[in-house]
């Protein structure tokens, strides 16, 4: 597994929950939420990410068992390697 990749890939799901995150309060405060655009936003994740770095962790952690369960999941699929195991 590259480490990178699991990196970009926790951050791209840490951006997701802080979109949510930010889409909750924008509801909140009686606008539309089909006005909300993330790329208008970019400024506004990051520092909400800044701002609360268990995001970052969680988002880690959820991508992290992801890729275990995709693996595990695979394996089962196809079986074993090996015929005669």
Request: with cysteine; proline share 4%; net charge positive.
């Amino acid at each position: 597994m590259n480490t990178n990749n699991l990196q970009a890939d926790a951050i791209t799901r840490a951006t997701q929950i802080a979109t949510g995150a930010m889409k909750s309060k924008w509801c909140d405060e009686g606008r539309k939420l089909s006005e909300f655009r993330t790329s208008d936003h970019r400024k506004a994740i990051g520092e909400y990410l800044a701002q609360h770095p268990e995001v970052i962790e969680r988002a880690a952690i959820e991508v992290a068992q992801w890729r275990k369960n995709r693996s595990a999941n695979t394996a089962q699929k196809n079986g074993p390697l090996n015929p005669l195991t």
